[in-house]
Nanobody, 121 residues
C-alpha cells in the first residue's frame, strides 16, 4: 500500500489550498483518515481526522477554516484549507488506517510523504 499526497505549494495569507492524498495497492477497506503537519523545529501535530462513521476532529487552530473529507470510491482523503495563516506553514502528511485483507481487523497505519505548504504574508 502506498499513499501519495498532492496539492502543496505557496499560497498567500487569507487564500485557499486543497490537499489530496490517494491510497493505492492492496486495500480491502480504509477506516480512519487524518492529516498531520510538522512545522520547522516543531513536533508533528494532528490537524484533522475523519472516522469511518463520519466523526471529525480538528485542531483548535484550524477549526472553522479547514475541512477534511474523503472519497471512498477513490481511496482519497482531502484537506480543504481556507483563510490560511502564516502559522499554517508546514509539511503536511496524510495518514490512513487500512485493512489489506478482511481478516486484518485492526488494520495498519500508513503514511504518505509530506507535501509542503508555505503561506506568505
Amino acid at each position: 500500500v502506498q499513499l501519495q499526497a498532492f496539492g502543496g505549494g505557496l499560497v498567500q495569507a487569507g487564500g485557499s489550498l486543497r490537499l489530496s492524498c490517494a491510497a493505492s495497492g492492496r486495500i480491502f477497506s480504509i477506516d480512519a483518515v487524518a492529516w498531520y503537519r510538522q512545522a520547522p523545529g516543531k513536533q508533528r501535530e494532528l490537524v484533522a481526522a475523519l472516522a469511518l462513521g463520519g466523526r471529525t476532529n480538528y485542531a483548535d487552530s484550524v477549526k472553522g477554516r479547514f475541512t477534511i473529507s474523503r472519497d471512498n470510491a477513490k481511496n482519497t482523503v482531502y484537506l480543504e484549507m481556507n483563510s490560511v495563516k502564516s502559522e499554517d506553514t508546514a509539511e503536511y502528511y496524510c495518514n490512513m488506517r487500512i485493512r489489506e485483507i478482511p481478516q486484518n481487523y485492526a488494520g495498519m497505519d500508513y503514511w504518505g510523504r509530506g507535501t509542503l505548504v508555505t503561506v506568505s504574508s
